[in-house]
């Protein structure tokens, strides 16, 4: 098993930044891509940005909806994997979920066998 801590979220103004924070813990080894999904209220979850082994940003991914703003790192000796959010909008507020999966790459939620508890973001206007 594979547990995923997310921490970070948390009140902001628009344009203001934050950076959201995953550590994994358990079968670490077994992990090959961590994403981040957010959902806000009413609609569905969506794809934010992931990152494959060995996390130091050779192989990302990120939504059209985040790039140029969103930032996905990692830092595999410390199990973790880090989403630097700048210039955030009003619609960036949601749940976001940390996710682990053994495979790569890849937009899907569904193959992601591993999800963190969420942490809220929240933007102002």
């Known amino acids: 098993q594979v547990q995923l801590v997310e921490s970070g979220g948390g009140l902001v103004q628009a344009g203001g930044s934050l950076r959201l924070s995953c550590v994994a813990s358990?079968?670490?080894?077994?992990?090959?891509?961590m994403g981040w999904f957010r959902q806000a209220p009413g609609k569905e979850r969506e794809f934010v940005a992931a990152?494959?082994?060995?996390?130091?940003?050779?192989?990302?991914d990120v939504a059209d909806s985040v790039k140029g703003r969103f930032t996905i790192s990692g830092d595999n000796a410390k199990n973790t994997v880090y989403v630097q959010m700048n210039n955030l909008k009003p619609e960036d507020t949601a749940v976001y979920y940390c996710?682990?999966?053994?495979?790569?790459?890849?937009?899907?939620?569904?193959?992601?066998?591993?999800w963190g508890q969420g942490t809220q973001v929240t933007v102002s206007s």
């Open positions: 996710a682990a999966k053994n495979i790569v790459g890849g937009r899907d939620a569904k193959p992601y066998n591993y």
């Open positions: 990152i494959s082994w060995p996390w130091n940003g050779e192989s990302t």
């Open positions: 358990g079968r670490t080894f077994s992990i090959y891509t």
